[in-house]
């Protein structure tokens, strides 16, 4: 029999049966009646309990199943959640291996990114050391034809300070090549030779200034005439003006008013060959052709050698160089570039056309020398010590000047009526002080 007291939170069924233990039942029957009875409700509801189950019996199946299902998918679950872990722990070392890489990976674009520059850099540090060994060589050709294409680097990368600090090396460079080649310009001037020719105006060429080369050279011409005069009479009156501080002080107009009677001639024959010299290094350009150095020589040299010949002959003669010059086709030329030795080649061609305007230049400028040449002649036949040489040396200096005059001519290509009415003027005057000396 199930007693109802029994079933109350928190029962305690030993101190239940010991606090009910009767005063008299203190022997072992008692107990074995209570063990018996308890037995007994042990067993009912153990009976009762199995039919409960038993009623059960499908759901409790039913349930266990579940249970079961659930405890596989527990377990299922945990290794899907071990597997995400691992998973995830692998992803996340990927990741961290793949962030790594593409930093990475940005810095070698960078890097392959500025690498083209480095390269054009370095290029440009090889063409700018190439540029200076052409100068020092006086390869001026080979030197102007790398400059465009070195200017053309600085001008795509001209944002960056090392490639603006080039540019202002090159702007440097520039200057001095200019220097130095206007100082080649200058020898050429004064020593007429085909190869240094050939060097400079193939380097104006490049530079597309042949207006102004022919310009600068017609300035030296002028500049040495000039600068020769007064040399050669500073060198030849060393004993009559003193030392070196002296002569620099006087003009030329001054050197020649000191000029002494032993010292007329030799004067005026070194100034005769100074000049001279000097129109034959005009004439050589002035008649140059790539083609025809020979022939250019040759005219040259016949035209120094043949000055007794009459004014008329001598003027034909200079225009008949000048028709022909400009009909003469090339055959054959030294270039600087073995894609230019052929004459159809566009470098001959520049070349070419590039003597052409020096020579027409020169040819339209030559007065201007001759002009000033019969001037600084002319001041020197001013001087007092023309007169009062002896006849014989006066006739030595009329006919060498005359001979001289005869050179111009055909130099100049038209009659010199100026300087010729000059000397005239100066043989009337010695002829007037002759008399004059000896009358009285």
């Not at 250019?296 to 120094?304: F, I, L, R």
């Not at 080649?345 to 339209?364: C, H, S």
């Not at 006066?394 to 060498?400: A, Q, T, V």
Request: hydrophobic fraction near 40%.
């Amino acid at each position: 029999m199930l007693l109802s007291s029994n079933y109350v939170q928190e029962f305690d069924p030993i101190k239940y049966i010991l606090a009910n233990i009767s005063e008299g039942a203190g022997d072992a029957t008692y107990f074995d009646k209570q063990s018996t009875l308890r037995l007994a409700q042990l067993d009912k509801i153990a009976e009762r309990l199995s039919h409960h189950v038993m009623g059960h019996h499908e759901e409790m199946v039913k349930g266990m199943q579940l249970v079961m299902e659930l405890e596989q998918d527990l377990k299922v679950a945990n290794v899907i959640c071990m597997n995400g872990r691992r998973h995830i722990s692998s992803s996340k070392n990927e990741v961290s291996r793949d962030l790594v890489v593409n930093v990475k990976s940005k810095k070698k674009q960078a890097l392959l990114d500025v690498l083209p520059v480095l390269t054009e850099l370095r290029h440009a540090q090889d063409m700018q050391m190439e540029l200076e060994t052409f100068v020092e060589k006086e390869n001026y050709f080979q030197a102007f034809q790398l400059l465009p294409e070195y200017l053309q680097i600085l001008e795509n990368y001209s944002g960056l300070s090392a490639v603006q600090e080039m540019g202002r090396g090159i702007e440097a460079w520039l200057a001095r090549t200019i220097r130095k080649l206007d100082n080649h310009l200058l020898g050429v001037c004064q020593t007429f030779s085909e190869e240094s020719y050939l060097t400079v105006i193939d380097a104006f060429a490049l530079m597309g200034d042949i207006g102004g080369m022919a310009e600068k050279m017609q300035s030296f011409f002028l500049q040495e005439v000039l600068s020769r005069t007064h040399i050669v009479l500073k060198e030849m009156l060393e004993e009559e003006v003193g030392n070196n501080t002296q002569r620099n002080r006087f003009t030329y107009s001054d050197l020649c008013v000191q000029v002494p009677e032993s010292k007329l001639r030799p004067c005026l024959l070194k100034t005769l060959e100074s000049i001279f010299s000097l129109m034959r290094s005009y004439y050589a350009i002035m008649s140059f052709c790539p083609e025809a150095k020979n022939n250019t020589s040759q005219s040259a040299s016949g035209t120094s050698a043949d000055t007794g010949r009459s004014h008329s002959s001598a003027v034909v003669n200079q225009d008949d160089v000048a028709a022909t010059k400009s009909d003469r086709m090339p055959s054959s030329v030294s270039n600087p570039d073995a894609s230019t030795s052929g004459t159809d080649a566009p470098f001959y061609q520049l070349r070419k056309d590039a003597t052409k305007l020096v020579a027409y230049t020169f040819e339209r400028g030559r007065r201007n020398l001759w002009q000033l040449a019969t001037s600084r002649l002319s001041v020197l036949l001013a001087c007092s010590a023309v007169s009062s040489t002896s006849i014989y040396q006066f006739l030595k200096n009329y006919e060498d000047l005359t001979i001289f005059i005869l050179a111009g001519e055909a130099f100049c290509g038209f009659e010199a009526s100026e300087f010729r009415q000059k000397l005239k003027t100066v043989c009337l005057n010695y002829i007037v002080t002759f008399h004059r000396q000896n009358i009285y």
